[in-house]
């Protein structure tokens, strides 16, 4: 299949690349580089020894957009491209609502004109909030209050009327828990500008002695030993349920939760850090993060028993492959 990959310079976009390139497929990203490097994409060309193309545009831009759907036959549409900083959100409310919701609709819009019927979207765990865990699909959404994560529940909402309207579409709704780690080979991988919002690159960042320790936001919660616990699933795996949902796409709207079916505390976390890599992370408790949830966790099932996918790494793989990337790559 000949594959458009939006956002495939980013963490989860550029492994997907990987991915999809090593099982045969042909990739053309579009992505303008606002949170990542061309030299992501250098790196994927390096790991796969095959070609890509790539356009730098900003997907909320129909013409330019469409100039790539008339340029190639497109079978399919991976649609990572975002922002995602949920505090950045809160104070660009516009930019968020503009950015990530354009984006879906412009490019649906592509779709129906060229008649590309398959599309996968990067959603979230967020759009579940404050649910009973484990998440499973079929729960009534309570999407987080904060415009990032309303904006992956109305993406969701567009794409699946925008189906329900055009016969023979096939819509994967992904719902990404906590993705982690790198490539095996070091070369990509989560590479935030300025200082980390999420867990695991703060980590990578104080083990480095790029930041002096690790604030525990919270232990206090109802959990196994009071820290928040997330599900974590290492980002090749997340990469391979992509290739999965593509190529296994059926008409209709489907919703698949991408995790591992586990929860890990913060301290879980930390704890298997220090073991994985043979290290000490200085760390101390700090309050509660304001909108943060006490745990996040997956059902699995529906996404193994029809895509056939299953996380198989776990998490000693997910901390030595983030602390590799972290020691090497500066892209
Ligand atoms: P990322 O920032 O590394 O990748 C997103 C990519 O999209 C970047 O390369 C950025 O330059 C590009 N981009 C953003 N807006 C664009 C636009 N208008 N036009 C063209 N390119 C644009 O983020 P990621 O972690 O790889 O996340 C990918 C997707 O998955 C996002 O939609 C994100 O919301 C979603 N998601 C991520 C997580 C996570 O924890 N990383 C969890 C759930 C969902
Ligand atoms: N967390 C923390 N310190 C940090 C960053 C995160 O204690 O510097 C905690 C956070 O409160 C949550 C977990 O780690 O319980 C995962 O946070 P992250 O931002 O990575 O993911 P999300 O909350 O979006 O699921």
């Not at 060309?45 to 356009?55: A, D, M, P, S, V």
């Not at 960042?205 to 290492?234: C, E, M, N, S």
């Not at 301290?267 to 890599?277: I, M, P």
Request: charged share 20%; with cysteine; glycine share 10%.
């Amino acid at each position: 299949m000949n594959i458009l990959i939006t956002g495939g310079a980013g963490f989860i976009g550029s492994h997907t690349c990987v991915a999809l390139l090593e099982a045969g497929h042909s990739v053309v990203v579009a992505d303008n580089l606002c949170n990542s490097s061309a030299a992501a994409l250098e790196r994927v060309r390096q790991i796969t020894g095959k070609e890509l193309l790539f356009y730098q545009i900003d997907v909320t831009a129909a013409a330019l957009v469409e100039g790539i759907f008339k340029k190639h036959r497109f079978d399919g549409v991976i649609h990572f491209a975002g922002l995602k900083a949920v505090g950045e959100s809160v104070e660009q409310p516009l930019e968020y609502y503009y950015n990530n919701t354009v984006s879906t609709m412009v490019l649906a819009a592509a779709c129906r004109k060229y008649g590309v019927k398959r599309f996968v979207f990067s959603s979230s765990a967020t759009v579940y909030g404050e649910n009973e865990v484990p998440f499973v699909e079929t729960m009534a959404l309570r999407p987080a209050a904060n415009p990032y994560g309303r904006t992956k529940a109305m993406s969701e909402q567009i794409l699946s009327d925008a189906a329900r309207a055009e016969p023979g579409w096939a819509v994967a709704l992904l719902r990404y828990f906590n993705p982690v780690g790198a490539h095996e080979s070091g070369l990509i991988g989560e590479a935030p500008t300025g200082v980390p919002n999420n867990l695991m690159p703060y980590i990578t960042q104080v083990a480095r002695g790029k930041l002096a320790k690790l604030r525990i936001f919270g232990d206090d919660y109802p959990t196994i030993d009071g820290t928040g616990v997330r599900d974590y699933i290492h980002v090749c795996d997340l990469a391979e349920g992509h290739l999965r949902a593509l190529e296994g796409l059926r008409p209709g709207v489907h919703r698949y939760n991408l995790g591992t079916g586990r929860g890990t505390s913060v301290l879980q976390l930390v704890k298997a850090f220090e073991k994985a890599n043979g290290l000490k992370l200085p760390c101390e408790i700090a309050a509660r993060r304001p909108g943060d949830i006490a745990e996040s966790y997956a059902d699995v099932s529906k996404a193994e028993r029809e895509l056939g996918w299953k996380a198989r790494r776990d998490l000693v793989q997910m901390c030595r492959d983030a602390w590799r990337f972290e020691q090497g790559a500066e892209i």
